[in-house]
């Protein structure tokens, strides 16, 4: 079953093509990890997907029906569609708790104290019951990226974007957030992941998208695209990624 589908997306700033073409359809329950080098256009790509950036041509289509022609269905396209940053964007000024329940309250308009019920239950989703009245400033960057992951959940999205979510992280932080991941991925949770992890990649995707030149390079499953690559391009990506291990 189709829950997106992408065709001819096409994003130029000033003179410079972004992305030309690109079409994608995602399954429900796909996990699709996006490789390529950075400015190839993997955070615009998520980016046109729910419209924080305009595509300047192609369509995005939701369970069927083409979505962002409309300025006020906007918000509700980003409500279907959550958004986990690399840099988690958090309000400084509120709570975890406050974080997690500001979708609900401005957005949906739920009630103050069934919207913090919610937000508990989505905290402690991703493991951090204990730190509900915390401000971010008093979180490590694993905690916040799990609150930014809580926030977005909370949202009840049909599908999570993550945009290297793990790339500002101390080493020793990257497992916990990866360890919610994984747990989103057990659940059956729908996702595309940018990220430069390509052991978790392999593990964690059903389906990874080398991304050059504006277009969708190389496609197939993590061991056809991480272990056996057909494009020269994907196999000199990688082959600059050696740390990497599947
Ligand atoms: N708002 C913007 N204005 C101008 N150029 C941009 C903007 N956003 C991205 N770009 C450019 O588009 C290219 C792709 O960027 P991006 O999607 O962030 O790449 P990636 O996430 O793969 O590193 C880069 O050359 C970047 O400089
Ligand atoms: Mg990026």
Sequence with gaps: MTILHVQ???KRFGSHEVLSGIDL???KGERIAILGASGSGKSTLLRCINFMEMPDAGTVTLDGKVVGRRERELTAVRQ???MVFQQFNLFPHMTALG?????LRTVRRMPKAEAAARAERELARVGLSDKAAHYPAHLSGGQKQRVAIARALAMDPELLLFDEPTSALDPEL???VLGVIRALAEEGCTMLLVTH???FAYHVATRVIF???GAIHEQGTPDEVLKDPKKERTRAFLARHKEFSL
Aim: hydrophobic share 50%; aromatic share 0%.
């Design 174 to 176: 990257v497992g916990e």
């Design 80 to 82: 279907r569609i959550g």
């Design 25 to 27: 359809d995602v399954a």
């Design 211 to 213: 991304l050059a030149d």
């Design 197 to 199: 992890e390509l052991g």
């Design 8 to 10: 001819g997306l096409a």
């Design 99 to 103: 974080n997690v329940m500001e979708g």
